[in-house]
């Protein structure tokens, strides 16, 4: 069975200490409305070498809000690479 959740969010993300200079660290915070709706923090980790385009990232999220009519807290976690593509 599948369902789907539809809706936006505000994101409001700031800097925060960051241990060296390729390693990037965002904390934030999210409101969520419409079939998701409640807020959520997280923090993100970045790395990249700008020289070869390369870059990946980790998010890790903490929902409290309603989802299906249902109250409660769960978590997300993302992730992604990146790589520069040339043109040909």
Partial sequence: MTH???GTFRIRMKPAEEPSPSLGRMTFDKTWEGGLDGESLGEMLSVGDPSSGAAAYTVLEVFTGTLGGR???FAFHQYG???RV???
């Fill in 71 to 73: 109250r409660g807290r």
């Fill in 81 to 83: 690479t990146m790589r």
């Fill in 86 to 88: 040339r043109p040909a």
């Fill in 4 to 6: 789907t959740a539809k």
